[in-house]
């Protein structure tokens, strides 16, 4: 049997490139996809067998290109996806709602779309999509995005329904309070102060690591085991609310 191969979005840092490299020491060979086309082909470098494939999973046209050049796909890692302010609903900026929905749902659906065909010739294909704890609750400031990982969650509740006795899981990941390089980064256009203050006095936010372990998890279950939806926060953090702080 050929190596089983796993693609990943958004795999250039933080969750995406930790799930690469975590899917890469389960022997996956893993095809990196990101915009960023230099640092995946460093990442790519680093990883057996890896290859990496500057994409855009807005740019419909260029996810049907890229699938047609798959021979084999096992695994499709919905990551890509983000944050774009934190302004509420009556100031929020459109423009930043367009973005997050493109990214974190249309995204999922021009990968999904293009990549299902081989998923279910493998045999035993797996589409995990990671969504947040803003999939299934929100909080004040957090509308745009809530409402666009809200439509990733819908994605993947529908999904699993419409493939049920075909050979596809369907796995939700919804990882809380997690401190990678750049989310907060990006969501706060790059005010450092804000991204910061977004951990501020938190002992121990998870990591991209302990999110990629999470996934690499369950995409390693038997076939006939399907992790629906897996919530994983930090010990610190009881809800979207309730983040316990030291002084
Ligand atoms: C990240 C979790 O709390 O910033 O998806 O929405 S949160």
């Avoid at 022997?27 to 494939?53: C, F, M, N, S, W």
């Avoid at 796909?73 to 367009?98: F, K, M, S």
Wanted: glycine share 8%.
């Amino acid at each position: 049997m050929s190596t089983r191969t796993a693609v990943i979005t958004g795999a250039s840092s933080g969750i995406g490139a930790a799930t690469a490299r975590r899917l890469a020491a389960e022997g996956y060979r893993v095809v990196l996809t990101a915009r960023r086309a230099d640092l995946i082909e460093a990442l790519a470098k680093e990883l057996p067998g890896a290859r990496a494939h500057a994409l855009d999973v807005t740019d419909r046209a260029a996810v049907e290109a890229f699938a047609a050049t798959l021979d084999r796909v096992d695994v499709l890692i919905n990551n890509a996806g983000g944050a774009h302010g934190a302004d509420p609903v009556a100031t929020a900026d459109p423009a930043d709602w367009r973005t997050m929905y493109e990214v974190n749902v249309l995204g999922v659906l021009h990968m999904t779309q293009a990549l299902l065909p081989a998923l279910t010739a493998s045999g035993d294909g797996t589409v995990l999509i990671l969504s947040s704890t803003a999939a299934l609750g929100t909080y004040e400031g957090g509308s745009g995005y809530a409402a666009a990982k809200h439509g990733a969650h819908a994605v993947a509740e529908t999904l699993r329904l419409e493939l049920c006795g075909q050979p596809v899981r369907v796995i939700e990941i919804a990882p809380g309070m997690v401190r990678t390089d750049e989310f907060a980064l990006t969501r706060f256009r790059g005010d450092r102060a804000k991204a910061d203050a977004v951990y501020a006095g938190v002992a121990e936010p998870l990591t991209a690591e302990d999110v990629a372990d999470t996934i690499g998890w369950a995409v390693t279950r038997p076939p006939h085991v399907n992790i629906d939806l897996l919530v994983v926060r930090p010990r610190a953090q009881a809800s979207n609310y309730k983040v316990h702080r030291e002084a």
